[in-house]
Each structure stands twice: as structure tokens, then as C-alpha cells.
């Protein structure tokens, strides 16, 4: 069952991706609100769950992750029809998932713009659960599925990521120094500029670092960050020539999709908690979720806690162990709810209190204080809540 569970995506989203792709019309926008249903039932009607995964077989887990890949390429190729109904070689690619799906489809059927963008939309909301997946491969310790994580996340338009997620993100998390943090009072759309930027920053300061006693050719050749860079214009060049500039486009948007999705998870899972520079890394400095339908689709990304305090730990072992603070009605409704800045600053605001009057420490009190976010340090530090709500 666990197998089937973290294999929804592979064996389920994806063939239903598929089908929308092939009948167009109004189909894609169908897909991205059954998308989003799906996510908000499973997070605030199904039963909650602590995380813990009963399958233990890391192969199967990964092969379904690795999957991702060329089940992408496919949908691609599927939407670059719609967009280039007559370009040969799509055409032989639709006529095998017609015949496979025992469909008769003659032609492009998506109508107008507003159906296209739907089926646009659809493929960007599959890319942004794509980088749930490189997230979680990117940080075995493994060559293959590091570069699986790259690959996935050039087909994102963010592969740097790899880099600013593990060396920056990890250290730094909870602290200014960390541009994937949300800072407390900052909207999404501030963090996702900061993030944005930040992110390449500190991933060209590091590949620099590391590349420091390399001659020039080799620094250009291994940084990370250009040969990045260019796996995605590669993407992208490759599209606009063998399609056409406007498939070019429309992969641009599901890049920024993918990419704001990225962040709006970032933004829900450590926003407005803080941390001293140089002090250890506890569960307590993100948030975390019971809901399931966050944990399935995000891979357990919800026991938030426990993967920063061990980033190599695989998915299957992490779980809730009680000992931070969990948004309630999951990652999905947060999301949604932080792209109008005032509900959202009511929604965590009480939470917020919760975690400096019983999880805080006195020094993190202190910089609260400094920055105005605290009028006054709290007398005592309770520690006395059930944080498994």
C-alpha cells in the first residue's frame, strides 16, 4: 500500500495528465481543479497522519521518483501537439498514445487560448509536484540520483537549486542568512523575490569556492550553476527550433509555475520562525503537517523538522515526532491562502504566539524583540502545548 500510495503520481496523475493532454479543451483547467480539490481533501478530510511509512524497499521508492523524468518529457510532447498540431514528429508520438488509449484524434482539439492556457496550467502544477521530487532524491548520496535531481530540476528551469537548497538553504535555515526563509511580515511575493535571488547568490558564491584552485576552463565547465543554467536554455533552444517559439513559451510558464510553487512551500514551511546564526538546528524551526494529502503528495516533506535536522534521511523514515508546531489544514490550503497576504497574516498569526511563548528560546526572543516583531521577551518559556494538533 505504501508502494501504490507514493506511487500516485507515476501511476495515476500522470495517465490522467496524459488523457487531458490528448482530448484538450476544457480538460486541462478539469485537471488543475481536480488537482487542487484532491490536495485540500486530503489534507482536511482524510484522517491525519504522523508520516510513518511501512514500505522499506528505497529501490521502488526511487524507481517511481526517477520515473518523473521521461513521464515529463512525455506530457511535453503531449502539449507541444496542442500547441503544433501538424509537426510530424509529435504527431507520431500523440498517434501511439491514441492507439494505446484506443482514441480516435485527428487533429489539435483545443480551441482557444483560454483552453490552452488551462492545459499549460496543468503541466506547470505536474512540474511544480516535480520538484517535490528532485527535492527529495537531490539529497541522496548518491551520484546517479543527485544528477536525476539536476536534470529534473533543469526541466524546471532551476538547477542551481541543488546547490543553494543544500549548502545554503540547510545551513542557514531560520536565520537571515538564508534567503529561502520567510522573513516574519513578508508577503509570498517579497519571499519569492528575495528567494529568487538569493538563491543564485549564494549558489555562485559556493560553485566559486569550490572551484577556486580550478584553471578558467575548468571553473567554467564545472560550475554548477552554468552548466545548469544551460541544461535548461538547452531545453528550451531545442523546443523553439524542432516546435516552435510560442511550445518555447508556454515551457517558460510552467517553469514559473513549477518555480513559484518551490517557493510557496518554502514560504509555508518556515515562515516567521527564527533561529540564531550558529545555534543547532531543531524540528521546532519549520513547520510541519499531519494532513495526508500533503504527505503523500509532497513525499514527507510534512515531518518538515526531522528532515532538517537530517537532510539524508530517505522520506520513507522520517515521521512526526511531536516536537514542532503543524499548520492544520496542510501545505495546499496554506499555499492558497498566502497569495492574499492579510489572511494569511490573521491564519498564523496565533500559531506564531504559540511557538514564541512555548518553543522560542531566550535569545531567539531577544532578536524578535530587536527586529519589532516582540513588543516584550516573554517572562517564561513554557514548552507545555500538544504540538501534534
Aim: proline share 4%.
Amino acid at each position: 500500500m505504501s508502494y501504490l500510495l507514493y506511487g500516485l503520481f507515476s501511476l495515476l496523475f500522470f495517465p490522467l495528465l496524459y488523457l487531458a493532454l490528448l482530448f484538450g479543451g476544457m480538460w486541462g483547467w478539469a485537471y488543475v481543479l481536480g488537482f487542487i480539490v484532491i490536495y485540500l481533501v486530503g489534507d482536511n478530510v482524510l484522517p491525519k497522519s504522523d508520516g510513518k511509512v511501512s514500505g522499506r524497499i528505497g529501490s521502488i521508492f526511487d524507481t517511481l521518483l526517477v520515473a518523473h523524468i521521461p513521464l515529463s518529457f512525455i506530457a511535453l510532447l503531449l502539449l507541444f501537439w496542442q500547441i503544433e498540431p501538424r509537426n510530424e514528429m509529435l504527431l507520431v508520438c500523440v498517434q501511439f498514445f491514441s492507439d494505446s488509449f484506443n482514441l480516435s484524434l485527428q487533429t489539435s482539439p483545443q480551441n482557444s487560448l483560454f483552453e490552452l492556457i488551462g492545459l499549460v496550467m496543468a503541466c506547470g502544477f505536474m512540474f511544480g509536484h516535480n520538484t517535490a521530487v528532485a527535492h527529495e532524491i537531490m539529497h541522496r548520496q548518491t551520484r546517479g540520483l543527485f544528477e536525476a535531481s539536476r536534470l529534473l530540476f533543469s526541466m524546471c528551469g532551476d538547477a542551481q537549486v541543488v546547490i543553494s537548497h543544500i549548502h545554503s538553504h540547510h545551513a542557514n535555515v531560520a536565520t537571515e542568512l538564508d534567503p529561502t526563509s520567510a522573513r516574519r511580515g513578508d508577503s509570498i511575493y517579497k519571499h519569492f523575490i528575495r528567494a529568487l535571488f538569493g538563491q543564485y547568490r549564494d549558489s555562485w558564491k559556493f560553485e566559486v569556492a569550490r572551484l577556486k584552485r580550478h584553471s578558467i576552463f575548468g571553473k567554467l565547465i564545472k560550475n554548477q550553476v552554468i552548466n545548469g543554467l544551460l541544461m535548461t536554455i538547452f531545453w528550451l533552444v531545442l523546443t523553439a527550433l524542432f516546435v516552435s517559439p510560442l511550445a518555447m513559451l508556454a515551457w517558460l510558464v510552467i517553469m514559473f509555475i513549477a518555480k513559484w510553487l518551490l517557493e510557496s512551500i518554502n514560504y509555508v514551511q518556515h515562515y516567521g520562525l527564527i533561529r540564531i546564526p550558529g545555534s543547532k538546528i531543531e524540528p521546532r524551526h519549520s513547520w510541519e503537517t499531519r494532513s495526508l494529502g500533503s504527505r503523500i503528495g509532497l513525499y514527507n516533506a510534512t515531518c518538515h523538522g526531522g528532515h532538517h535536522v537530517n537532510g539524508t534521511i530517505p522520506f520513507w523514515q522520517l515521521y512526526n515526532d511531536n516536537k514542532t508546531l503543524c499548520l492544520k489544514h496542510g501545505y495546499m490550503f496554506a499555499i492558497a491562502l498566502s497569495l492574499f497576504p492579510p489572511l494569511w497574516f490573521r491564519y498564523i498569526a496565533p500559531m506564531l504566539k504559540q511557538w514564541d511563548q512555548s518553543l522560542a528560546s531566550k535569545e531567539e526572543l531577544n532578536a524578535l524583540c530587536i527586529q519589532g516583531h516582540l513588543k516584550k521577551t516573554p517572562v517564561e518559556n513554557e514548552q507545555n502545548l500538544n504540538f501534534g494538533n
